[in-house]
């Protein structure tokens, strides 16, 4: 079976398939350091959508995900957009933690597996 690696570089690739699963990791959105929770998960989850896509894939196909927050100050607020982005009958498995980041603007990153 081949492990197919996208937009791949020193250090990662932004999508890995196997086997029809599709992986994706530490999914983003400190563009801006203003961003609050609300808008950095936002456009996390723009990003995922438009990797999942690529992938031929979509967020119904989700399997599972992992959300990591700087402060579970912010849980609520971000899962107030988690729950309006997931489709009602199609939540995959889920865990959320705390957890230090990369970069103190960085608020939430996701990390996704799902089927192609």
């Given at each position: 079976?081949?492990?197919?690696?996208?937009?791949?570089?020193?250090?990662?690739?932004?999508?890995?398939?196997?086997?029809?699963?599709?992986?994706?990791?530490?999914?983003?959105a400190a563009d801006n350091p203003s961003w609050d929770i609300t808008e950095q998960t936002r456009r996390c989850l723009a990003k995922?959508?438009?990797?999942?896509?690529?992938?031929?894939?979509?967020?119904?196909?989700?399997?599972?995900?992992?959300?990591?927050?700087?402060?579970?100050?912010?849980?609520?607020?971000?899962?107030?957009?988690?729950?309006?982005?997931?489709?009602?009958?199609?939540?995959?498995?889920?865990?959320?933690?705390?957890?230090?980041?990369?970069?103190?603007?960085?608020?939430?990153?996701?990390?996704?597996?799902?089927?192609?």
């Amino acid at each position: 079976m081949t492990i197919e690696r996208v937009d791949s570089n020193h250090r990662m690739s932004k999508i890995v398939k196997h086997n029809g699963t599709i992986y994706l990791c530490g999914q983003t959105a400190a563009d801006n350091p203003s961003w609050d929770i609300t808008e950095q998960t936002r456009r996390c989850l723009a990003k995922v959508d438009a990797l999942l896509e690529q992938a031929g894939s979509n967020r119904n196909r989700i399997l599972s995900t992992t959300i990591y927050v700087r402060d579970m100050k912010d849980f609520a607020a971000m899962n107030a957009v988690w729950d309006a982005w997931v489709a009602d009958g199609e939540k995959p498995a889920r865990a959320c933690v705390e957890a230090r980041m990369a970069r103190p603007d960085i608020l939430v990153e996701f990390t996704v597996v799902a089927a192609q």
